[in-house]
């Protein structure tokens, strides 16, 4: 039982049973008119009253993940309205770890588990890390490839999502490359000069 506020709430007509009872409640004309109104703001204090769990990545519906990505900072460049939603529900709920964090090479590997791409990262030496992009330009390039296992074809969306991956996540001083995993006498399977492990 609600206070005398919430009854005309709770009946679904908001506006029509806060009029006076005489000549208006009781008024069929009157409780037609507002009919639309009384419908109208029902239905808008249910979607605010659930709004909390639309902004919740975990539990929110589909359509919503897209503008919560965009909410937390995934534009366009970063963000894939293709991808799956268990895809989408756990990189925005590391957005801020990412974005903290961007141009480690931790990241790159958490961005990477999350698509679920196997993969191994090479550096040349030992990055510099943390920095951010897009670096300073004084600072000494490095080596890093992203080695993939020959299962994921060059035209696969696997492979196009590391290459992505690799363009966003690795600081723009840091020469990289998406690769193979497996060299045979001095080059790659695919055919790729092999560097030295």
């Known amino acids: 039982m609600g206070n005398a506020y919430s009854m005309p709430w709770d009946k ?5 049973l806060q009029l006076p009872r005489d000549g208006y409640q009781n ?4 409780a037609a008119l507002l009919t639309y109104p009384d419908e109208f703001l029902t ?5 605010l009253e659930t709004l909390y769990q ?3 990545p975990l539990v929110c519906p589909v359509e919503w993940l897209d503008y919560l990505g965009w909410l937390n900072g995934w534009s366009a460049e970063y963000w894939d309205t293709l991808w799956s939603p268990t895809v989408k529900r756990a990189l925005i709920v590391v957005s801020n770890s990412v974005w903290a964090g ?7 590997e958490l961005v990477l588990g999350t698509h679920n791409i196997e ?11 943390p920095f951010t992009l897009p670096g300073r330009l004084d600072t000494p390039k490095g080596k890093l490839f992203i080695r ?7 035209g696969s969306q696997l492979f196009k999502e590391a290459e992505r991956t690799r363009l966003n996540f690795v600081p723009c001083t840091i020469v990289s490359k998406v690769t193979y995993e497996y060299f045979y006498l001095g080059y790659s399977a695919v055919g ?4 030295s492990v």
């Open 119 to 129: 993969h191994r990262i090479w550096a040349a030496k030992s990055l510099q890390l």
């Open 43 to 47: 239905a808008t204090k249910t979607l």
């Open 102 to 108: 961007l141009g480690q090479q931790q990241i790159l």
């Open 148 to 154: 993939l296992p020959l299962k994921y074809l060059r």
């Open 12 to 16: 679904g007509r908001p506006v029509l």
């Open 192 to 195: 790729e000069p092999v560097f």
């Open 27 to 30: 008024n069929p004309d009157v």
């Open 54 to 56: 639309k902004l919740d």
